[in-house]
């Protein structure tokens, strides 16, 4: 997905309420306060405005007391939560190449994130920043990002590798042992840069693992997921496939959710020939259609998954739409008929795993 705004997946925050729930801490009440809905975190590819995602950090750092809470929130994430990035990863004839190859696929993963392999002296140094910082400290967002990365180069190095030194461009907490134990070296606060210094040697290494054909199909599947980014629209698609079962996707929380006004979101849209009302009406057909064809779905829960605020306006929508009943529809489309035995589960998105409510209504 290409970022027209600074966005991150949601898959950023996956642990995030076992997180704050082991602390003590309200999850959904966190998420909300931050501008984020807790359905968000239930498809790990839906699209969240960066700035609320720190904000989110920031505020259960403070409301934990505890300095290190991103840190806590990357220690279980590695090479492995790169997905098919991981193979080429592994099969590349060096560390450094390994980190190139990240690079080019690093927007399909976190496009908020910039990161740099910077060479100094005796040195190599793995920096990254998040667009749109501006100066706005994100400290939790930075720590996790870093904490991550250190895991990545672990897994690559090995689990006896350590970074030289960790600069961080924030001022210390009040202790700053556990960042020093996570990442097991000095960390600099107050630093030029935010980064992991490595050896030399380290980048010159050669991945541990590796398996040639995986990496070759992995390569091909990445390949096809750059040229097919969408810029804007893809992002708005995502949204609204999340937003659509609870009844509120409107251009207005949207826009909001992506942290722009209406006009900024209708503006992007219109740079590629599209509106939020033709990309809604493009959503919903093809949600519609999904649900006719892959489970037996009461209409009333049809209804309710694609937005509407009743079975009846979902009827009227559908004739005007597709020219007939649903039933006639179906009736038409033999081959469209489930196979399976097996009822969808009642309540829950079958394309982006959402849970529906029944109430309210959606706009353009």
């Known amino acids: 997905m290409t970022a027209f705004l600074p966005i991150v997946r949601s898959a950023a925050l996956e642990g995030f309420p076992a997180l704050a729930q082991a602390l003590g801490l309200d999850a959904q009440a966190m998420l909300r306060q931050a501008g984020l809905h807790p359905r968000s975190l239930l498809d790990p590819d839906t699209p969240l405005a960066a700035d609320s995602v720190q904000r989110l950090l920031e505020a259960s750092a403070r409301a934990s007391g505890l300095s290190d809470f991103g840190l806590r929130l990357a220690a279980s994430r590695g090479l492995d939560s790169l997905g098919p990035i991981s193979l080429l990863l592994k099969e590349q004839p060096s560390v450094q190449e390994a980190l190139e190859t990240l690079l080019r696929y690093l927007r399909l993963v976190n496009p908020s994130l910039v990161t740099r392999i910077v060479s100094r002296d005796d040195r190599v140094v793995v920096q990254e920043d998040l667009l749109g910082d501006a100066g706005v400290p ?90 097919s980014e969408q810029g804007p629209a893809s992002v708005v698609r995502q949204l609204m496939v999340a ?9 207005q929380l949207l826009a909001r959710h992506l942290g722009v006004d209406r006009r900024t979101l209708h503006r992007y849209l219109a740079v590629q020939g599209q509106t939020f009302s033709s990309l809604l009406l493009d959503v919903r057909r093809q949600l519609v259609q999904t649900h006719l064809t892959q489970g037996h779905l009461p209409l009333s829960e049809s209804a309710a998954l694609l937005g509407f605020s009743s079975q009846s306006a979902f009827a009227y929508w559908f004739r005007t739409q597709f020219g007939s009943s649903v039933s006639a529809w179906r009736r038409a489309h033999p081959q469209a008929s489930p196979t399976s035995t097996v009822p969808m589960r009642r309540g829950v998105h079958a394309s982006a795993g959402v849970t529906a409510r029944t109430s309210g209504r959606t706009s353009g």
């Not at 937003?243 to 996707?249: D, E, H, K, T």
Request: charged share 20%; net charge positive.
């Open 243 to 251: 937003l659509l079962p609870g009844g509120r996707c409107t251009s």
């Open 138 to 227: 994100a400290p939790q967002s930075i720590e996790m990002a870093l904490g991550v990365m250190r895991n990545i180069l672990a897994a690559l190095l090995g689990p006896r590798w350590r970074p030289q030194s960790v600069h961080l461009r924030h001022a210390p907490p009040a202790k700053t042992d556990a960042h020093e134990a996570y990442f097991g070296c000095r960390v600099l606060f107050r630093s030029g840069f935010n980064g992991i210094a490595c050896r030399p040697s380290d980048m010159q290494a050669r991945p541990r693992g590796g398996d040639p054909g995986l990496a070759r199909l992995a390569r091909s599947a990445l390949e096809r997921a750059l040229a």
